[in-house]
């Protein structure tokens, strides 16, 4: 096998043939390493840009093309998380937003099969700093290059995400088009920036299930890390407002029995299934712009446990009476540390949002259980009077450290709670 991907010919052989002669174990790495080119041959590295990424303040920021090509407008965002970029394009919420990562190098791994979050990628593009010329990786089954082609992304490479990244921290987030498309002109793509907007518009339709169904966790075994099961089972009914799968395999693994149900599906649809409590997902775009799911969260409400997560916070956070705001940059990455206030414990959380619940806007009752220690915003909620528990980051990870997994603990304690009180003796009125 030859790669010529920066110019010269190497085979497998030779590699093998250099580091034979410094020990075996060497030689049988070499002979298990694949190598793939990540672009098409022949072009690197002589690629010259042939992409713009056009931002809605005026600047222009060339770049080179992998992935889909043509014309796409969406707001700009940038993660810090330094692995896991596969999760991150899987992610739902994050649905009409270009991903600009940090981490300077990506597509070393590759792509497999178990890292998914959930049946496609739904965000709008992919900016990053330097694309990996080789995948290197024992699970890897594609290219990102590939991967991206066939779902239809557009990526762009060779762009400076440092400059971009500090222009979003100092201004704000800020929407792009990115186009590889010649006949188009700088102003036209500006005028398009400037007249797309997602603000006000319901995101959670286009990625939510349309039909309910039982989950069947098909990850392999060897990825579970909670050693204590639980025995007893507990019927949880999800809200795919774009739900992570993550999300259901935590849940599973602390003994629950999922059954996903759409945006839509109503709240007494819900109720009639009886289940032990009810999951409100993560989900894209702005969460004042959903009225519909914030009537369905208020509708359950005090009648089963309830576990917030992300956009399923500020959903329950509006059903409680509360606003949510647009923060400046939001939170995209998986190095946010957060106070949970009733334990005084930091967690290193993974998180990603751009909207926020205003806590000066909830009513008596309602107490912030976790702050973020960047800004002080509130990453927690808890209603203990109606069994209502939330969090506004991702305590299911992926990617991401596992510090916050407790919260899933917590929500089957709650429902274990629950269950103990109404199996308790009812005393008769006198
Ligand atoms: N991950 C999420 O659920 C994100 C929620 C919402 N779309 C936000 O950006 O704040």
Known sequence: MATKALGFSVTLSDLSKTFSSKSPQHTSKVRVFTLRCSAVKGERPWKTSDARLILEDGSIWKAKSFGATGTQVGEVVFNTSLTGYQEILTDPSYAGQFVLMTNPHIGNTGVNF?????????????????????????????????????????????VD???????????????????????????????????????????ISGVSCKTPHEWVDKTKQEWEFNSKVSQETFHVVAYDFGIKQNILRRLASYGCKITVVPSTWPASETLKMKPDGVLFSN??????????????????????????????????????????????????????????????????SAQNHNYAVDPATLPEG????????????????????????????????????????????????????ERSKKSEPQLSAV
Not at 319 to 338: D, I
Not at 383 to 412: N, W
């Open 283 to 348: 989900g894209p775009g702005d969460p004042s712009a959903v009225p519909y799911a914030v009537e369905t969260v208020r509708n359950i409400l005090g009648k089963v446990p309830v576990f917030g997560i992300c956009m399923g916070h500020q959903l329950l956070g509006q059903a409680l009476g509360g606003k949510t705001f647009k923060m400046k940059f939001g939170h995209h990455g998986g190095n946010h540390p957060v106070r949970n206030l009733r334990t005084g414990h930091v967690e290193i």
């Open 114 to 158: 178990d890292d998914e979050e959930s049946r496609q990628c739904f965000l709008a593009a992919l900016v990053i700093r330097s694309l990996s010329i080789s995948t290197s990786n024992w699970r890897c089954a594609e290219t990102l290059g590939d991967y991206l082609a066939k779902r239809n992304i557009m990526g762009i490479y060779d």
């Open 366 to 417: 309602v107490e912030v259980t976790h702050i973020n220690l960047n800004d002080g915003s509130c990453a927690g909620l808890a209603f203990p009077a109606q069994r209502i528990m939330s969090l506004q980051y991702h305590p299911e990870a992926s990617p991401g450290p596992h510090d916050s997994d407790y919260a899933f603990r917590e929500f089957v304690n709650l429902m274990k709670h």
């Open 161 to 203: 995400t440092r400059a971009i990244t500090r222009r979003l921290r100092e201004d704000g987030s800020l929407i792009g088009v990115l186009s590889t498309d010649n006949s188009k002109t700088d102003e036209e793509l500006l005028k398009m920036s400037q007249s797309w907007d997602i603000v006000g518009v319901d995101l």
